[in-house]
C-alpha cells in the first residue's frame, strides 16, 4: 500500500489492511475513525492539533507517530471511543508529543520477552517486565488512560495529584512484576506542587488498598516518572 493522507473523517464499512505505508490524518479541524470494521496499518501518523476520535479498533504494526499534542487536558491527540481498543503489534514503537487516551493492548505472538521495553499511550510511557522467581508472563497487557480528572479512589486519595490515571491489566500470567514508567505533562500538575517531588501512587482494585510506591527515577525535562517493582497483574491503577 502506498501512503494514505487524510483531512477529513475516515469510515471503514469494508477492510483496511494496510501491510505497509503510512496513514497520516493532517486535518486543520477536528477527526473521526468510524464504520463498522477495524483498521489494520503499518504506520499511522497524526499531525493535527485538534485530534483524532476514534470509534472503530485500530490496529498499529509499525511507528504510531503522535506528532502533533494533546488537543485538550482531557483528551489525546487519539482518542479512542469507549470499549475501542487500540492494539498495538509486535515491534509497533511510539513517537511523538501526544497521548493516547482509553485503551491501549499489546499481545505479542511471541509473548512478551523480559527486559523489553514496550509503549503505551505515549512514547515516554513503557512497561517493562523483569525476572522474578516463579512468574508467568501475560498474554496480553492493556492500559487504559483517563486524562483530565484527578484520582478519586476514596479514602487514602493523595492529596493535590495530577490529572491522570493509567489503570493497567493484564490476561494471563502470575506473580507478574514490571517496571512502570508513566508520561505526563506540565499542565496537569496542580500548582504550587514541586515537580521533582513527583511520587507515584497505586490504587489496587482488588483488594482495595490505596499507597504510595514513590520513585525509582524522574525526568523533569522529558517529563516522565518511573517505578520498579509494580505488581501489574492485580488491578492496580
Known sequence: ??????????TNNGNLDAGTGTVAFGGTSAQTIGGSSSNIVQNLTINNTA??????????????NLQSGNPSLSSGT??????????????????GAGDVTGIIRRTPSGGFALNTEYSFVNANTIILFTSVPAQTLPSSASVKVTL???????????????SRVLDISQSGGTGTKALLRSHYRDEEIPSGVNESLLSMWIYKSSIPLIYEKGK???????????????????GSK
Do not use: E, H, R
Request: hydrophobic fraction near 45%; charge should be negative.
Open 78 to 95: 487519539l482518542a479512542m471511543g469507549s470499549g475501542k481498543i487500540l492494539s498495538m503489534g509486535d515491534i509497533a514503537t511510539t513517537t
Open 148 to 162: 483530565g480528572t484527578a484520582p478519586s479512589w476514596g479514602v487514602g486519595t493523595p492529596a493535590n495529584a495530577i
Open 216 to 234: 525509582s527515577a524522574i525526568n523533569i525535562i522529558d517529563n516522565n516518572i518511573t517505578v520498579q517493582d509494580v505488581d501489574y497483574g492485580t
Open 51 to 64: 485530534g483524532v476520535s476514534a470509534d472503530a479498533d485500530i490496529t498499529v504494526n509499525g511507528i504510531l
Open 1 to 10: 500500500m502506498d501512503d494514505l493522507d487524510i483531512a477529513g473523517d475516515f
